[in-house]
């Protein structure tokens, strides 16, 4: 087993207290406590020369970062695309096979 699977499960796992918790729940703590949803007065999105750096910059410290993930992983699945979660698509891609292994949801999108 590989440093990035280990990563990967230790997520996966880290979500698992999202795993009841309907999707519209998701989105309302989202859509009212992510930080990209309400940019402060004035701010420019951040420079990033990498998805990788633009997820750090875009994301960390985030307080709705896991549902955020969490919401992704149902409603893309592995069809994700850009920065969400305060990973990659690509990171997300990898994580996604972890994250089914956990077992049900409250409700799943696409696979
Ligand atoms: S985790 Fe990133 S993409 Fe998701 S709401 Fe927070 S800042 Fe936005």
Do not use: F, N
């Amino acid at each position: 087993m590989y440093a990035d699977d280990l990563w990967l499960i230790g997520i996966a796992w880290r979500l698992d207290r999202l795993r009841w918790v309907p999707s519209h729940v998701l989105t309302d703590v989202v859509t009212s406590e992510g930080a990209c949803m309400w940019p402060s007065p004035g701010s420019e999105p951040p420079e990033a020369r990498t998805d990788s750096e633009l997820a750090k910059r875009l994301c960390g410290g985030c307080p709705a970062q896991d549902e955020c993930l969490e919401l992704e992983l149902r409603t893309a699945g592995a069809a994700t695309v850009g920065v969400w979660g305060g990973m990659t698509d690509d990171d997300r891609r990898a994580l996604h096979p972890h994250w089914l292994r956990r077992g049900e949801r409250a409700e799943r999108g696409p696979r």
